[in-house]
C-alpha cells in the first residue's frame, strides 16, 4: 500500500497568515491526489482533486500543488472558518490511502 | 441538494454481522462510483470499499477483504456494506461517498459525503 504523511501535525496561526501543509506519498502517484477538510462532527470536505484543481465553491485562498511524491496544500489568507483538520489523500492506487491529518488552529 | 443518508449502524458483537445502506438522493445514482470510507472516532480516515456505477467492479481494503461486501441497488438509489465477521477494530463511523468521476468509473475524488452511521463492535 502507498504509505501518506503530513507535516506538521498541528499548526496554529492568526488571521490573515499564509499557511502550508506538506504531504508525501512513499512512492510516485503522478497528480492523483486530493486535500479534505473536516471539521468536529461532520464529514471531510473535498477541497482540491488532481494536486491542484479546485472544487468548485471552495473558496480561492485554498491552493494545491505537486506531483510525483511531494505536494503542498496552501491557505492564503487563514480565515476563522478555516480551522479543521485537513487530509491528502492518494488516488493513484487501491487501496486508496489518507495521510494522518493535520489540525489548523486559527488564534 | 444532492444529499447521501447512511443508516444501519449498530452495537454488535464480534462475529457479527450487520449491512449498511445509503440512499442518495438528487443525482444521477447510477452514474456514479461510490465507496465507503470509515473513520474510528478522534482518529484519521480509511477507505474501505469502492464499486462502479454499473456493479460490475468492486475493490476492496485488505482489513475488510472477504469479510465485506459492497453492492448496490440503482433502481433504489442505494448503496449497501454487508458486513460479516466483526471485529472490534472495525468499530467506526462508517461515511458512503459519491464518486467524482463521471460515466461510472472510481476514480477515487469523493465530493459528497453522508453524515456517518455508527457501528460498534464488542461484547
Known amino acids: 500500500d502507498i504509505q501518506m504523511t503530513q507535516s506538521p501535525s498541528s499548526v496554529s496561526a492568526s488571521v490573515g497568515d499564509r499557511v502550508t501543509i506538506t504531504c508525501r506519498a512513499s512512492q510516485g502517484i503522478r497528480n492523483w491526489l486530493a486535500w479534505y477538510q473536516q471539521k468536529p462532527g461532520k464529514a471531510p470536505k473535498i477541497l482540491i482533486y488532481a494536486a491542484s484543481s479546485l472544487l468548485s465553491g471552495v473558496p480561492s485562498r485554498f491552493s494545491g500543488s505537486g506531483s510525483g511524491t511531494d505536494f503542498t496544500l496552501t491557505i492564503s489568507s487563514l480565515q476563522p472558518e478555516d480551522s479543521a483538520i485537513y487530509y491528502c489523500q492518494q488516488a493513484n492506487t487501491f487501496p486508496f490511502t489518507y495521510g494522518p491529518g493535520t489540525r489548523v488552529d486559527v488564534k | 441538494e444532492m444529499q447521501l443518508l447512511e443508516s444501519g449502524g449498530d452495537l454488535v458483537q464480534p462475529g457479527g454481522s450487520l449491512r449498511l445502506s445509503c440512499v442518495a438522493s438528487?443525482?444521477?445514482?447510477?452514474?456514479?462510483?461510490m465507496s465507503w470510507v470509515r473513520q474510528v472516532p478522534g482518529k484519521g480516515l480509511e477507505w474501505v470499499s469502492a464499486?462502479?456505477?454499473?456493479?460490475?467492479?468492486?475493490h476492496y481494503a485488505d482489513s475488510v477483504q472477504g469479510r465485506f461486501t459492497i453492492s448496490r441497488d440503482n433502481s433504489k438509489n442505494t448503496l449497501y456494506l454487508q458486513m460479516n465477521s466483526l471485529r472490534a477494530e472495525d468499530t467506526a463511523v462508517y461515511y458512503c461517498?459519491?464518486?467524482?468521476?463521471?460515466?461510472?468509473?472510481?476514480?477515487?475524488?469523493?465530493?459528497?459525503w453522508g453524515r456517518g452511521t455508527l457501528v460498534t463492535v464488542s461484547s
Open positions: 461517498a459519491k464518486d467524482e468521476g463521471r460515466w461510472g468509473n472510481v476514480v477515487g475524488y469523493f465530493d459528497l
Open positions: 438528487e443525482f444521477s445514482f447510477s452514474s456514479y462510483a
Open positions: 464499486i462502479t456505477g454499473g456493479a460490475d467492479r468492486t
